[in-house]
């Protein structure tokens, strides 16, 4: 559990200035109120570190190093979060053969809570000899409150209103459920998701990131969300958190050392999966747009988005039509797939031909077209009604699922849709990628027609051998 951290000040300067009995190298002797010290010997020197922080405005790092011969100079080295870029400072010290050395890293504006680093001290003697202390780890908390957490698998929420941690975690797992359910995508590490009461904390602490939602993502491992007491404050808290959600899900299913995601697709796939809307109003526009030929392309929207208002809007709607579209059409198995060849590292085109078999170009002309003709719009509005009619299903099943330990099986379907998906649905599947929204009607259609061609035909053979049986009488 986080814990509430106050200044110390000079306390814990006093700490490393004494040396208690050597250790195992790097063991930590101490640590509380967001302070910690390590002892270490190694060959001829012997070292001890200790941290202090102070948030909103420093973490301070101090060492006390001894040696036989003289200390020349130290150096400061660190690295922040899951980062393998290595940064260096020069901390205040006195050269001789004890050497008290402190560095301050002002912070403010500059980390978020939760960041972690990982640090040690480089050591040189005056016979050039260097020596690099073991490697230790601090987490930069907001330590001006008193957090609670609960946890749920690679899921932890803390929270300060004693309702929003469990109902936060509660949504967070159900979403979880759903990815995984929907389109096979899972959380790769733990996600920590903080949720702060009031406004002006939530502000102050995230000061570096400068929100501008009431939820915010950071990285693959971290959600902060403004969830204040009361309904009215928990529904935007809640939808805040599934559009991150899924945001990190993807971020976490996507990550690659080459480049990032295209931005379109990352968006959008926030959007879609966060269960969010589009209006009736936007799609009118959108497709207007698209008659005109005056859509952003997509592939100007693989980086960042415009600066103007207008077009930051219209990029994120064109980004969420986008996904739905690759979905509709696709299916979730082959956006899936579509992560999973990013994630190797591939550009954009390339993962587009090997999940989909499709360029960017040749994909934006299929999205515009469904823009122009309104299929899009249709699937969502289909997709909406079926999810209102769900609940109660999908809750019972959940029910018989948190009862027994496993899910229960699936009743089959029946009605004649249920005939159709198991007669023919490989079938629409396979057309879906040509024709898109219209395959389930063509293909029913042309069933329908090679259906009446063979009646017809048995019908006229019938009807011949009767005749020429009467025919002989």
Do not use: H
């Not at 948190?402 to 005939?419: H, I, K, L, T």
């Amino acid at each position: 559990m986080l814990r509430k951290v106050t200044t110390v000040g000079a306390a814990v300067l006093a700490a490393a200035a004494a040396f208690g009995p050597v250790g195992v190298p790097g063991a930590v002797l101490a640590q509380s109120n967001g302070q910690a010290s390590v002892q270490a010997q190694r060959s001829d020197v012997v070292s001890e570190s200790a941290v202090r922080v102070e948030f909103g405005n420093e973490i301070r790092f101090v060492l006390r190093a001894r040696a036989e011969e003289p200390i020349r100079g130290v150096l400061f080295l660190y690295q922040v979060d899951g980062s393998t870029v290595q940064n260096t400072a020069v901390p205040a010290y006195q050269p001789g053969a004890t050497v008290n050395a402190s560095y301050a890293w002002r912070v403010a504006n500059v980390l978020l809570p939760g960041t972690e680093i990982r640090y040690q001290w480089l050591i040189e003697t005056a016979s050039g000899r260097q020596i690099t202390t073991p490697e230790q780890q601090v987490v930069y908390n907001d330590n001006r409150f008193d957090w609670r957490e609960v946890r749920d698998g690679p899921l932890t929420v803390y929270f300060q209103e004693p309702d929003a941690g469990q109902a936060l975690l509660t949504e967070a797992r159900k979403l979880e459920r759903q990815l995984a359910s929907q389109f096979g995508l899972t959380l790769d590490k733990p996600l920590r998701i903080f949720a702060y009461t009031r406004q002006q904390d939530y502000l102050s602490a995230l000061a570096a990131g400068r929100p501008q939602d009431v939820a915010v993502s950071v990285g693959a491992d971290r959600i902060f969300v403004l969830a204040p007491a009361g309904t009215s404050g928990m529904t935007p808290a809640m939808k805040g958190l599934r559009r991150e959600m899924a945001t990190t899900v993807f971020v976490q299913n996507t990550q690659n050392p080459y480049a990032e995601a295209p931005r379109w697709l990352a968006e959008g796939f926030a959007f879609y999966a966060g269960g969010e809307t589009v209006s009736a109003e936007n799609y009118k526009a959108l497709a207007q747009l698209a008659q005109n030929n005056q859509l952003l392309p997509l592939r100007t929207l693989n980086g960042n988005f415009p600066n103007s208002d207008r077009d930051r809007t219209l990029a994120y709607f064109e980004s969420a039509t986008a996904v739905m579209y690759v979905v509709d059409t696709y299916g979730p198995e082959k956006m899936r797939a579509l992560l999973a060849a990013i994630k190797e590292g591939n550009t954009v085109d390339q993962a587009l031909r090997k999940s989909l078999g499709v360029t960017l170009d040749q994909l934006e002309s299929k999205w515009k077209a469904a823009l122009k003709n309104g299929s899009i719009e249709r699937n969502a509005a289909r997709q909406q009604s079926a999810r209102a009619t769900a609940p109660q299903d999908q809750q019972a099943q959940q029910g018989r699922q948190d009862r027994r330990g496993e899910a229960a099986p699936a009743m089959p379907e029946s009605g004649a849709d249920g005939w159709i998906d198991r007669t023919f649905g490989s079938t629409i599947q396979f057309w879906q990628g040509s024709l898109g929204s219209y395959a389930r009607p063509v293909v029913l259609g042309i069933a329908g027609l090679m259906g009446f061609g063979v009646v017809a035909v048995a019908g006229s053979m019938a009807f011949s051998i009767w005749r020429r049986g009467r025919d002989d009488d």
